[in-house]
């Protein structure tokens, strides 16, 4: 036992075992693509009433809106998104989310969206706004 070294009787010395090292890691088959399940009439009417611009929203507080409402999590074939309707109170927005790629999220369409429609910054500031309390600001 004194010619093993402390290392070899904790169990923490080289692997021993080569037949796991002499074959490559293989990673779980991926599929080419998922397949999504359609959304009904009425999950696109709740996605609609949930993720609308309100009239005199300001199109970056939407988009936060949205993002924190989860709308990420949210995948839309075309067709889907066609059906969604108008979400953001401009019909050349509506068309760049309708058209975005098959089967994205819709937040991908939102900001696709909204970068094509104003593709400078400049166009989405926002002036400063007097407020008086907290909730007033954000």
């Keep these: ?8 009787d904790s169990g923490e010395g080289p692997d021993t075992d080569t037949s796991a090292s002499s074959q490559p890691k ?11 399940r359609s959304m009904t009439l009425a999950e696109l009417r709740d996605l609609r009433k949930d993720y609308t611009r309100q009239p005199g929203e ?6 936060l809106r949205c993002r924190e409402g989860g709308v990420r999590a949210h995948m839309l074939a075309r067709h889907e998104a066609q059906q969604l309707g108008s979400l953001t ?3 050349k927005l509506d068309q760049f989310v309708a058209d975005a790629k098959p089967e994205t999220s819709l937040w991908s369409r939102l900001v ?5 429609k104003y ?5 989405l500031t926002c002036p400063p706004k007097k407020w008086t309390k907290v909730e007033e600001a954000i």
């Design 1 to 8: 036992m004194g010619a093993q070294s402390k290392s070899d």
């Design 112 to 116: 696709t969206g909204v970068k094509e």
């Design 58 to 63: 300001r199109i970056l507080s939407w988009l």
């Design 119 to 123: 593709p400078f910054k400049d166009y």
């Design 26 to 36: 293989q990673n779980p088959p991926r599929m080419e693509s998922e397949v999504l």
């Design 89 to 91: 109170i401009n019909s």
